[in-house]
């Protein structure tokens, strides 16, 4: 059974950092591309950022493009996000999740392309 942990979340002032991690087990994830979404209050799940496999490329939302950064340490399974100038708009809880197919970045802001999920982990930021 493939499970995903997010750890990190928390309170923080506007222009304060977290680093999000967020831990696979049941599924080695050096083939497969991962993603972190979030969610507002009252809002959809959107797409923030995603690493291909191999940590080679990553893609972000135009929202925290250059506030935040997506890496990987494949030897500990684990996918992290590191967010930078947070700000109050960013308050959300942060999800990551495991691509459906390996080797494939195909499709990386859709929902749909991920088929497991984390239980999110809660960002707060104040202003």
């Known amino acids: 059974q493939v499970q995903l942990v997010e750890s990190g979340g928390g309170l923080v002032r506007a222009g304060g950092s977290l680093r999000l991690s967020c831990a696979v087990s049941g599924r080695t994830i050096s083939g497969y591309s991962m993603g972190w979404f979030r969610q507002p209050p009252g809002k959809e799940r959107e797409f923030v950022a995603a690493?291909?496999?191999?940590?080679?490329?990553?893609y972000y939302s135009d929202s925290v493009k250059g506030r935040v950064t997506i890496s990987r340490d494949n030897a500990k399974n684990t996918v992290f996000l590191q967010m930078n100038n947070l700000k109050p708009e960013d308050t959300a809880v942060y999800y990551c999740?495991?691509?459906?197919?390996?080797?494939?970045?195909?499709?990386?802001?859709?929902?749909?392309?991920?088929?497991?999920w984390g239980q999110g982990t809660q960002v707060t930021v104040s202003s």
């Open positions: 690493i291909r496999w191999g940590g080679a490329s990553t």
């Open positions: 999740a495991i691509k459906r197919t390996a080797y494939s970045i195909l499709n990386y802001k859709s929902i749909t392309s991920y088929d497991v």
